[in-house]
């Protein structure tokens, strides 16, 4: 999944970005209220962390504006202000949670876990291809039974292939999904990641290879 944190207490941005990267997200962060808006209209998100105070556009601006634009990401407001009023308020523009800081990053997890898992916007949280079964809460993965040990890089691109199965992905829209905005990409990573995956979830079983390369376009992965 890829997350935007829009907060302009760096501390704080730095913290959620580092601590969601270690649960396999991929996270970019923007500072201020412009920069933000303008990632989360432009660019596609699982879903938004978003401070209600911000500079240059504060978030009760930018979150109407998305739902005007017909943009449904969920969006998780973050504010000091712990008054009724406030938490009403923020719901009633569009926001799908609110949290007052300062909070425990674990909760934080829990409503970014359960707001992802909503009907309208979720897949399933075990995701299959063949005899492969990946678990996006436990993040256990197994094939024929074996449980497979994977990086959080290398679970989080199994993950995106899977949600996307039998759909040939470019490297630019798994570069897009899975690593951060700011990443630093050389145009071999995706190969690389890819040969990890066959590594762990192909060439040790005697079963038919499921990631597959479509030559000139990018890959898929296959599995009734």
């Known amino acids: 999944?890829?997350?935007?944190?829009?907060?302009?207490?760096?501390?704080?941005?730095?913290?959620?970005?580092?601590?969601?990267?270690?649960?396999?997200?991929?996270?970019?962060?923007?500072?201020?209220?412009?920069y933000g808006y303008d990632l989360a209209s432009t660019e596609d998100y699982d879903l938004i962390i978003l401070d209600l105070m911000l500079p240059g556009m504060n978030g009760v601006t930018i979150c109407k504006n998305l739902r005007v634009e017909g943009k449904s990401t969920p969006i998780l407001m973050l504010t000091a202000k712990g008054e009724l009023e406030d938490k009403i308020g923020g719901l009633n523009i569009g926001a799908d949670d609110y949290m007052v800081k300062p909070f425990a990053f674990e909760e934080l997890l829990a409503r970014v876990k359960a707001l992802a898992r909503r009907p309208k916007n979720s897949l399933p949280t075990i995701?299959?291809?063949?005899?492969?079964?990946?678990?996006?809460?436990?993040?256990?993965?197994?094939?024929?039974?074996?449980?497979?040990?994977?990086?959080?890089?290398?679970f989080a691109l199994l993950a995106y292939l899977?949600?996307?199965?039998?759909?040939?992905?470019?490297?630019?829209?798994?570069?897009?999904?899975?690593?951060?905005?700011?990443?630093?990409?050389?145009?071999?990573?995706?190969?690389?990641?890819?040969?990890?995956?066959r590594d762990k979830i192909d060439k040790p079983f005697k079963e038919p290879p499921l990631i597959k390369t479509v030559r000139g376009f990018g890959y898929r992965i296959e599995g009734d």
């Open 162 to 197: 899977l949600k996307n199965k039998s759909r040939v992905l470019t490297k630019e829209q798994i570069i897009a999904n899975v690593w951060d905005f700011d990443s630093d990409i050389l145009p071999n990573t995706v190969e690389v990641y890819i040969g990890y995956l």
């Open 1 to 34: 999944m890829r997350l935007l944190v829009v907060e302009d207490e760096r501390k704080i941005a730095d913290s959620l970005k580092k601590g969601l990267e270690q649960e396999t997200y991929a996270v970019d962060v923007a500072y201020d209220g412009e």
């Open 127 to 154: 995701l299959t291809a063949g005899n492969l079964t990946l678990d996006t809460i436990s993040y256990k993965v197994t094939r024929t039974g074996k449980e497979i040990g994977l990086s959080k890089k290398e």
